[in-house]
């Protein structure tokens, strides 16, 4: 069974500070890895997502993302915060396996806060 | 603004009743996913259907029934309503039953059981 761990239910950065959300994956298969970012009474928005080739991942709004084989982690990362990116962040697995039942199983959520 | 849209956007309803969530998908995609977002249990996927037919089932109550109808739209119906229903209730679609292909969720009906 594949699953998502996401290190730190809350962050807080300094506008203009590195963000960095961390994501580690469990899966018996290689997998395809999301981020979503969902805004308070909004639903989720795809930042990003890995599927194969260049493991290193560009996103909307900044962020990117590298897949890591060695480490089995996707972390989040974005040179410097704006206000605007205070919400929470969900990363999530599929199968990698072309054909089969292609649910994503999500993080717990990482809520970022941005202060001044 | 994702294309997916869901209705209704809010839900309050008793215990025991029953209740019927809408999505329509984005023009031309033809696979439509059920999430349920709670406190307790996070974002929990539910039941997947492609092109009509299911495709998958996660953790879907058997008081939980959803269809796929010909013009793409899927209805997720709750049934004999428990407090522990309330939760936010997400719809996705994607244009492929396969997994690299992103899944685009509507803004979610919140419902409420009292």
């Known amino acids: 069974a594949q699953s998502v761990t996401q290190l730190g239910s809350h962050v807080s950065v300094s506008e203009g500070a590195l963000v960095l959300l961390r994501c580690n994956y469990s899966?018996?298969?290689?997998?395809?890895l999301f981020w979503y970012v969902q805004y308070p009474n909004q639903g989720l928005q795809l930042l990003l997502k890995y599927t194969t080739g260049a493991t290193l991942v560009k996103g909307i709004n900044g962020f990117e993302a590298e897949f890591k084989k060695s480490e089995t982690s996707f972390h989040l990362t974005k040179p410097s915060a704006h206000m605007s990116d205070a919400a929470e962040y969900f990363c999530?697995?599929?199968?990698?396996?072309?054909?089969?039942?292609?649910?994503?199983?999500f993080g717990t959520g990482t809520r970022l806060q941005v202060t001044l | 603004d994702s294309g997916v849209t869901q209705t209704p956007k809010h839900l309050i309803t008793a215990t025991g009743q029953r209740v019927t969530l809408r999505c329509s998908p984005r023009s031309g995609d033809l696979s439509v996913y059920w999430y349920q977002q709670s406190l307790d249990q996070g974002l929990q996927f539910l039941i997947h259907?492609?092109?009509?037919?299911?495709?998958a089932k996660g953790n879907i109550l058997e008081r939980f029934s959803a269809q796929q109808f010909p013009d793409l739209h899927s209805e997720l119906n709750l049934s004999s309503l428990e407090l522990g229903d309330s939760a936010l209730y997400f719809c996705?679609?994607?244009?492929?039953?396969?997994?690299?292909?992103?899944?685009?969720f509507g803004p979610g009906t919140r419902l409420t059981v009292t």
């Open positions: 899966s018996s298969v290689p997998p395809y």
């Open positions: 996705a679609s994607s244009a492929s039953g396969t997994s690299s292909y992103e899944q685009y």
């Open positions: 259907y492609y092109n009509g037919e299911e495709r």
């Open positions: 999530a697995v599929s199968d990698g396996n072309t054909g089969t039942a292609s649910k994503l199983t």
